[in-house]
């Protein structure tokens, strides 16, 4: 099937941009209502609306109203978020903000900090296996209190694998008193299959939660079998008003067929190599917090590990995680300023163990840092500044079989950031912000060794014009030094971007969200390419998104979401002439019913309505062809949720 470029997309564009100008116009009066919350993507609670750069918060009820089977399917239609899903299931999908890190596959080092509960969960894998992704699968939906997004790097309180931004997810707390149960089922074309249960609640003073889900699908091509099964334990509580403490554990299992790429111009269900591959992870979290003073001490320590077993080759791993990372955190006020202080120390161990199959030997990564960050509120509720630092020293190591010569090699690393924003009027913001973060070299991304450097400067304004209108304009540029695009380094990248964003619910009965990022992504001319073309492919020049929620009856929601890409060119550093091909432009449109009666939500829908053929994964073969990896056609679902206190 090739792709025919059609001007839908341009304006489905064009109807985003005007909505947003149009209601904007229609609603230029001031708010008393102030709608800032607080999150914690900054490992600190602090109030969203005092931060500089765009922050966006997902709320539970907003994921129950789309019928999201994954957190993939939440992000995949926020501002500033782009998704390539390698197998169209959640299960290998990488998510990125604002391009960076478009140019690699999903295996190499990521760029987007995930984290669960302040747990990291991004994977520091950076070779080429399937399983060098996050399993967004095993984190379920129905458990998910919210959702938040900082797009912006965050290398100075997160360290390497924020430099794009962080998303932080927060699941549902345990009741105060008594217990919660809940109960979920989904059923969908490709004989898909989800089952979700909870238990949690409060047992003299320490409150628990029990989760565990199995996810299963035959796939909708060739060699897409999908199935995982996923427990976890978390508990927690205090002593007194000085000490409390939280601890997790969990553990998953899954087994997934991957398909090579097919051309884009071949039928979807074409027999293309592929491969088996089984996979178990672990982990454990401990995060103690003790108040000191003005101020509370937390200990966070973490532990995963990863085995991935690849049947048909007959080859496996272990990959092993070890972090510490101490904080202290300050609330206190010096000449009449308050200040929110935070001081901490990151180390973490990566270790790889190739198992049977592999010629290489152990490889070793060892990250320390300590970093300070400080908000200051120059005048009270109205105007901050934040000014951050990090020193990070990286060391990697593969040299302990006696058989390999291997390599080592050890660097540092400075991180900044420094913000401005001004809150203006209630509910509204102006900012600016230039940050620097990085990225650690992958591992096993060798025999050249050196950190990946970002320089980030951002503009914005939020502002909420009414009751009934928001809209945010973001502007930013990205200057990178050494960026890992596919088997090559590049000295000197640049993105410059727009981001335009708004909401408007102008009665009870309807409300409309939308968003659009523009992203201009560069070498330098005189790189030492065989293209002339300066472009950095992989990334779409235009991309956004169009949500609608109508709700025409009490306890009844309709859903809308049409994901809009256009001017996405397949990813290759070598490629000059690039064809047209089915990710090029699209796009796709899903809808969903959801009925809340008593303690059941019921809900049904339909996934890419109009039965667009595309891919959010293409890569440049030479000559005429691109390989892609197809994304599902119309499909169907349907599931029901029960929760009930007792």
């Not at 302040?118 to 129905?142: E, H, Y």
């Not at 973060?437 to 304004?461: C, K, N, S």
Request: include cysteine; proline fraction near 4%.
């Amino acid at each position: 099937m090739r792709f025919t470029k059609s001007r839908t997309v341009w304006s489905w564009l064009a109807a985003t941009v005007c909505l947003s100008l149009l209601v904007v116009v229609q609603s230029w009066a001031a708010s008393e209502e102030d709608m800032s919350d607080n999150v914690s993507v900054g490992r600190v609670d602090r109030d969203s609306g005092t931060i500089a750069g765009p922050v966006t918060i997902i709320e539970e009820d907003e994921i129950a109203r789309m019928g999201a089977k994954t957190v993939v399917d939440v992000l995949r239609v926020q501002p500033g978020v782009n998704v390539r899903d390698l197998a169209g299931n959640g299960r290998l999908a990488a998510v990125d903000i604002r391009g960076g890190g478009v140019g690699t596959s999903p295996e190499k080092a990521p760029g987007v900090m995930v984290l669960v509960d302040g747990r990291p969960v991004t994977n520091p894998l950076g070779f080429a296996t399937p399983d060098a992704s996050i399993n967004w699968p095993v984190i379920p939906v129905q458990n998910i209190k919210r959702i938040e997004i900082f797009r912006g790097s965050n290398s100075v309180v997160w360290g390497s694998q924020a430099y794009q931004g962080t998303i932080n997810i927060v699941t549902k707390a345990a009741p105060e008193e008594g217990h919660r149960l809940s109960l979920g089922t989904r059923v969908g074309s490709y004989d898909s299959f989800q089952h979700f249960l909870g238990v949690s609640g409060t047992v003299e003073g320490i409150q628990y939660s029990v989760t565990g889900g199995y996810d299963t699908s035959d796939g909708y091509q060739a060699h897409n079998r999908f199935r995982t099964r996923y427990g976890a334990l978390r508990l927690s509580g205090t002593a007194g008003d000085w000490f409390g403490w939280d601890l997790q554990a969990g553990k998953s299992e899954d087994q997934f067929d991957l398909q090579d790429t097919i051309p884009d111009n071949e039928d979807r269900l074409d027999d293309r190599p592929w491969e088996r591959y089984e996979s178990q992870r672990h982990y454990v979290s401990f995060i103690p917090t003790f108040v000191l003073g003005c101020g509370e001490l937390a200990l966070p320590m973490h532990y995963q590990q990863r085995d991935l077993d690849a049947i048909d080759f007959n080859e496996s791993f272990q990959l092993y995680e070890y972090r510490f990372m101490p904080q202290y955190t300050a609330l206190f006020e010096l000449a009449g300023i308050r200040h929110n202080l935070i001081v901490g120390v990151d180390y973490y161990v990566n270790e790889l163990e190739p198992g049977q199959g592999w010629d290489e030997p152990d490889e070793y990564r060892r990250n320390v840092g300590y970093f300070v960050h400080d908000t200051i509120a120059l005048l009270p509720d109205e105007l901050f500044l934040d000014l951050g630092f990090r020193r990070t020293r990286v060391h990697h190591d593969n040299t302990y079989d006696d058989d390999w010569d291997g390599w080592h090699d050890s660097y540092s690393v400075n991180s900044y950031e420094a913000g401005l924003t001004w809150v203006y009027a209630e509910g509204s913001r102006a900012f600016v912000r230039a940050a620097r973060g990085f990225q650690d070299y992958a591992l096993y991304e060798w025999p050249t060794i050196t950190d990946q450097r970002f320089r980030e400067y951002q503009v914005g304004v939020m502002h909420r014009f009414s009751d009934t209108l928001t809209g945010g304009v973001t502007l930013f540029r990205v200057e990178g030094t050494n960026e890992y695009y596919w088997d090559d380094l590049i000295p000197d990248s640049r993105r410059n971007g727009v981001e335009l964003e708004m909401t408007y619910r102008p009665c009870e009965y309807w409300q409309v969200a939308a968003n659009y990022m523009w992203v201009d992504a560069r070498w330098k001319d005189d790189m030492n390419f065989t293209t002339s073309n300066t472009e950095i492919h992989g990334q779409p020049e235009h991309s956004g998104a169009v949500i609608l929620s109508v709700f025409p009856i009490e306890n009844l929601t309709a859903h809308l979401r049409a994901k809009v890409v256009a001017d996405n060119e397949a990813a290759d550093s070598d490629a000059e002439n690039f064809t047209s091909w089915e990710g090029e432009d699209y796009v796709v449109v899903d809808g969903t019913v959801s009925y809340v009666w008593n303690d059941f939500t019921f809900y049904a829908g339909v996934n890419n309505i109009f039965g667009e053929e595309y891919s959010e994964v293409g890569e440049y073969w030479g000559g005429d062809l691109v390989g892609v990896m197809p994304m599902p056609e119309r499909n169907f679902f349907a599931g029901v949720k029960y929760t009930k206190e007792f």
